[in-house]
């Protein structure tokens, strides 16, 4: 194979022939240009018939200062780069607003699902009430990024008579009965019933 390059080494011209019967004869050529900062934009490839070049598919490879590497069997190859400008961080979450959800299951025995969903960073509680409102639990109580979150609540008792939201198991637990979830974030408050039965 034989290159020649032009004098800022943008173009490029590369022969490739074979030796037959006691002499070279043209096989394939291909042209390669590239731009000032050696990134290839241009590549056409051709092979030698009956004593012409012809277009025909053959291998373009391209081979940039960043380490990409390209190589393509066709008869041209044109690329452009386009320098990114921008970039627009969509909120993927898709939470509109804040919400809680109601508890799943309900009623339930011994433990229950709590989801909810802030549209922003905030600081949130979620506690549990009885009837006559006293917090029997704080579920969360720390600053969440915005997304849809999951908390789990065990009606089973610790030993400062406060129930587990994480499912480990003490002896005791409440009473059957209605209870009361409230969360708070920023100005947010939603309050939700939910039911133990045992």
Do not use: C
């Not at 720390?142 to 609540?153: L, P």
């Amino acid at each position: 194979m034989k290159a020649t390059y032009n004098s800022s080494n943008t173009n490029i011209v590369k022969l490739v022939a074979v030796w037959d019967n006691g002499k070279w004869i043209d096989y394939y050529r291909n042209f390669e240009t590239y731009n000032d900062d050696k990134y290839f934009t241009h590549g056409i490839s051709e092979f030698w018939e009956y004593g012409s070049w012809y277009p025909e598919d053959g291998s373009i490879d391209l081979y940039n200062p960043d380490g990409f590497e390209l190589h393509y069997l066709a008869h041209e190859m044109l690329v452009y780069y386009n320098e990114t400008t921008s970039i627009k961080v969509e909120n993927t979450n898709n939470v509109n607003g804040f919400e809680l959800f109601q508890n799943y299951p309900n009623p339930f025995n011994p433990s229950t699902t709590i989801n909810y969903q802030i549209p922003s960073n905030s600081f949130v509680t979620l506690k549990v009430y009885d009837v006559l409102g006293n917090e029997i639990a704080m579920l969360v109580n720390e600053e969440k990024a915005a997304g849809a979150y999951q908390v789990n609540f065990s009606a089973q008792q610790t030993t400062n008579n406060k129930p587990l939201a994480s499912g480990m198991s003490s002896k005791g637990g409440y009473a059957s009965g209605v209870y009361f979830y409230t969360l708070t974030a920023g100005k947010f408050t939603a309050t939700k019933k939910f039911i133990l039965m045992k």
